[in-house]
């Protein structure tokens, strides 16, 4: 094989596995989803979806309001992540993620990925009412490969909305689940 076939078929190998690794991250997006919804929704153990995490993953919740980030959230390694879901858990009735518009990069074993996210949601009031909510937001996620499989080392929600589903989006600010969060572990 002469040198430049030999190069030509070193940048066809790379050029499919950052391929291949895009579509890996984008299955593990989506698991993800899939994942969080059905402990929601308490179809899933929560050990089967903390298996696509890193042990120090980090988790940030930020507001936005008026374009404005807010104080977030943030639950660093799993064992926070699991006080987290644990609280979400007792307020939430019913969810699904959809999640779209992948924008991901790749550079070795360290990759980003941005995403768009809408939220059906069955929320739990502070009167033991159920409320039906719809939310929109973004995702900014970073991921690394260990032992050739992707995993999600840190995710950062940035919720632009969550308001009653009735209420339409049109001068809604992103509905406090910190309140919501607060009121659970207060009791």
């Known amino acids: 094989m002469s040198e430049e076939m030999a190069k030509r078929l070193h940048e066809l190998e790379a050029k499919v596995q950052k391929l291949e690794?895009?579509?890996?991250?984008?299955?593990?997006?989506e698991r993800y989803a899939r994942l969080g919804d059905d402990i929601l929704n308490s179809k899933a153990s929560r050990e089967?979806?903390?298996e696509i995490l890193t042990d120090d993953v980090v988790m940030t919740h930020a507001f936005v309001s008026d374009g404005v980030e807010q104080k977030p959230i943030v639950a660093e390694g799993k064992q926070a992540l699991i006080k987290h879901t644990d609280a979400v858990m007792k307020t939430t009735d019913y969810c699904v993620h959809l999640i779209s518009n992948p924008?991901?990069?790749?550079?070795?074993?360290?990759?980003t990925g941005k995403w768009y996210i809408h939220l059906l949601c069955t929320i739990i009031d502070p009167n033991?009412?159920?409320?039906?909510?719809?939310?929109?937001?973004?995702?900014e996620d970073e991921y690394v490969?260990?032992?050739?499989?992707w995993k999600v080392k840190s995710f950062k929600f940035l919720q632009e909305?969550?308001?009653?589903?009735?209420?339409?989006?049109?001068?809604?600010?992103?509905?406090?689940m910190r309140?919501?969060?607060?009121?659970?572990?207060?009791?």
């Open 128 to 139: 033991g009412e159920k409320v039906s909510m719809w939310g929109q937001g973004r995702y």
């Open 179 to 187: 309140e919501v969060r607060d009121r659970v572990e207060n009791g």
């Open 21 to 29: 690794d895009i579509e890996a991250i984008i299955k593990l997006k």
């Open 103 to 111: 924008c991901i990069e790749v550079n070795g074993n360290e990759a």
């Open 161 to 176: 909305f969550f308001a009653p589903a009735g209420a339409g989006w049109d001068n809604v600010k992103a509905y406090d």
């Open 48 to 50: 089967e979806a903390f």
């Open 145 to 149: 490969k260990i032992g050739g499989e």
